[in-house]
């Protein structure tokens, strides 16, 4: 694979997840008006919430310090993963570029609301520090499954399970 498909890829995961999450913020409040056609599907549903913490609510509410290190660390995590996977391209396999491309972007996607949300206005609930101060905006509810989630989050559960399952196939072990 040439790189052009995979920051291609990368590139439309992160509008996918930006994308949902600005009309989330934009249409919070008739989110909860029946007819939509989530309604439907009895264990599903799409609601607002901003999480100032990181994966699952953990850390959620914790203070301005502590935010300010979530995000950095984020940023510091988005570039590092980019730049080991642009360094080291040609050794990847295609399906290999695939579960990078998802964490990558879910990484991304959630740096990019904890660093700008709050400065862009796109938070109700800030720490009124502008940048590195955002809250994650996560949306999808299922009933079997408490913690709400985005996009984003759902890019790096997948990438990370898909990672886990086939390792060996991504390390390039022989069973």
């Not at 989330?24 to 913490?53: A, K, R």
């Not at 955002?134 to 989050?153: C, E, Q, T, Y």
């Amino acid at each position: 694979m040439k790189k052009t498909p995979f920051l291609f890829f990368v590139l439309i995961l992160i509008l996918l997840d930006q994308g949902l999450k600005i009309w989330v913020f934009y249409n919070q409040d008739v989110l909860f008006f029946p007819g939509w056609w989530w309604d439907n599907i009895p264990f599903f549903d799409i609601v607002y919430l901003e999480n100032s913490g990181m994966a699952f609510g953990l850390l959620n509410n914790s203070g301005a310090w502590i935010k300010l290190f979530l995000s950095l660390f984020r940023v510091f995590a988005v570039f590092f993963l980019f730049y080991f996977v642009l360094k080291r391209f040609g050794s990847f396999s295609t399906f290999s570029l695939f579960v990078l491309g998802l964490l990558i972007a879910g990484a991304c996607g959630n740096c990019i609301d904890s660093v700008f949300y709050e400065s862009w206005g796109l938070n109700r609930e800030g720490l009124g520090g502008g940048v590195f101060s955002g809250n994650v905006i996560d949306m999808f509810r299922v009933s079997f499954f408490p913690p709400i989630f985005n996009l984003a989050d759902s890019f790096i559960t997948v990438g990370c399970v898909l990672g886990l399952v086939f390792y060996k196939k991504l390390s390039g072990l022989s069973s």
